[in-house]
């Protein structure tokens, strides 16, 4: 046992081993930049706003922005590895914190495993040119297990290795961003997809939504608010940081794609594409040269799997605290004694993640158009829930706290107006779930509703906590003491 772990507090995330840097790279990695830009931003101009969504990814960036504010200023009071779950239980009380648990839970492994999926099919046909022909879900399961070692061992082992992944994720679209700038794109630099003209053309709720789902991640900043160094400074920055290098990067990458196609030409060069998640590779091609196109296809798998390692760190970190604050088994609530990691929630997640690729592998069913597609907008309905409530959590918190002195402009007005403009959000979601996910039927009702049965589950668990032990009903998302 190392020195480390024999002064360490028993039961404890490890202490004092996440900076700024690290804590940005790790929740950039969950949003993994390539893969919004290859993947989401092409497909949110085809069924979005065409060139205009460059604009929207402005909008968004603003919202979440505005959203940080209050999530940052509240921050300083939590300072307990639940999130949202905690903000839910100090700002509106333990049965909603329960319930807001219990949707974390749900939507961070929809995420990881559906993000799985796609890891596994973009592998198998990254290998098939190389020769090497498998199964999508043998390349799913390999990753399984390579996150399930790293999810179990110390946090900063991660963040070292998902902090060199995203690095080269941004390294090769900059390369792709500045040789279009250099040749002034298609048609010469415009600021066309800015205009509100465009920004609102074509079906703009789809394309915020496409938005909203290429950021999910940057918000898991103050999960690891027991593992930074000097939380009260480092969380507040990683957030802002992280908001504004996934906002300024997507909204600058979108808006060069457009002009490199055409701001005229970008609807019809997509229309024409067998697969729209080739439009980056077709403009690299282009501007860049087939070297870059190459790298890019393995930096694609690369950013994929730096996702679901940080998804996994999430919901491993998520599962830990309700285990430990006794709303789930508190078996489940311990840390490794060594590597001082939620190791056995670490590996709930992984056979969990497990058996659904198993069970969509026997099934038959399509790695991207049903276990990717289906579960990630689960997961973004869920995570977009879960920072409406925090929002009015912040709202709600500060009222009944009068003496910590904070700005009502952080506390109360800016978060009342990002938990209106979030209700909306969720509204557009749910009414275009089919059309988003590809769910038609009783799975486009039954998807979208897993997040209220989670909310549900949750209620009846913190009820059952609160009939047990009413005191872990009180403490529920309280800060830990030292």
């Not at 030409?265 to 980056?280: A, E, N, R, S, V």
Request: charged share 10%; net charge positive.
């Amino acid at each position: 046992m190392t020195a480390v772990s024999e002064q360490a507090p028993a039961n404890r995330l490890r202490k004092n081993s996440l900076g700024v840097g690290a804590i940005t790279f790790m929740v950039i990695s969950a949003a993994a930049p390539l893969t919004a830009v290859a993947g989401g931003t092409p497909l949110g101009m085809l069924m979005g706003n065409g060139a205009g969504f460059a604009g929207t990814y402005l909008i968004v960036t603003v919202l979440l922005l505005l959203f940080a504010v209050g999530y940052v200023a509240m921050s300083r009071h939590v300072g307990n590895a639940g999130a949202f779950y905690a903000y839910a239980a100090r700002g509106l009380g333990s049965m909603a914190g329960g319930a807001t648990a219990l949707i974390a839970i749900l939507s961070y492994n929809a995420m990881q495993i559906g993000v799985m999926g796609l890891l596994g099919a973009a592998t198998s046909g990254l290998f098939a040119g190389w020769g090497i022909n498998l199964p999508w879900w043998v390349w799913s399961f390999i990753a399984i297990a390579l996150v399930a070692v790293l999810g179990y061992r110390q946090v900063d082992l991660s963040a070292k290795i998902l902090t060199v992944l995203v690095l080269c994720e941004y390294l090769v679209v900059l390369v792709l961003d500045i040789a279009i700038l250099k040749t002034g794109g298609d048609g010469g630099l415009s600021a066309a997809p800015f205009s509100w003209s465009q920004i609102v053309s074509g079906s703009p709720a789809i394309a915020i939504l496409f938005c909203f789902a290429a950021f999910i991640g940057f918000e898991a900043t103050t999960i690891y608010a027991e593992e930074a160094r000097d939380p009260k400074v480092t969380i507040p920055r990683a957030t802002y940081f992280s908001v504004m290098l996934i906002g300024v990067f997507y909204m600058l990458t979108a808006w060069l794609m457009a002009v490199g196609a055409g701001v005229d030409k970008l609807l019809p060069t997509l229309q024409g594409l067998q697969d729209p998640t080739t439009f980056l590779f077709g403009l690299s091609d282009r501007y860049a040269g087939t070297m870059l196109s190459q790298a890019m296809s393995i930096l694609f798998v690369s950013s994929l799997f730096a996702g679901v390692l940080a998804f996994h760190n999430a919901v491993a970190r998520y599962i830990y605290v309700s285990g430990r604050e006794k709303l789930l088994p508190q078996t489940i609530g311990v840390t490794h004694s060594v590597h001082q990691s939620p190791h056995v929630a670490s590996v709930i997640q992984s056979v969990l993640a497990a058996v659904v690729v198993g069970l969509f592998a026997v099934l038959g069913l399509d790695p991207v158009l049903a276990l990717f597609s289906w579960l990630t907008n689960v997961a973004t309905l869920g995570v977009i829930v879960m920072m409406a409530v925090a929002s009015l959590a912040v709202v709600m918190f500060f009222r009944a706290n009068p003496s910590t002195q904070e700005n009502a402009m952080k506390t109360t007005i800016l978060p009342g107006l990002t938990f209106i403009a979030f209700v909306i959000i969720i509204y557009l979601i749910v009414i275009n779930f089919g059309s988003l996910s590809g769910a038609g039927g009783f799975l486009g009702v039954f998807l979208p509703g897993l997040v209220l049965i989670a909310a549900i589950v949750g209620l009846l668990l913190a009820s059952a906590l609160k009939s047990r032990d009413p005191v872990a009903f009180k403490n529920l998302g309280q800060p830990l003491k030292d």
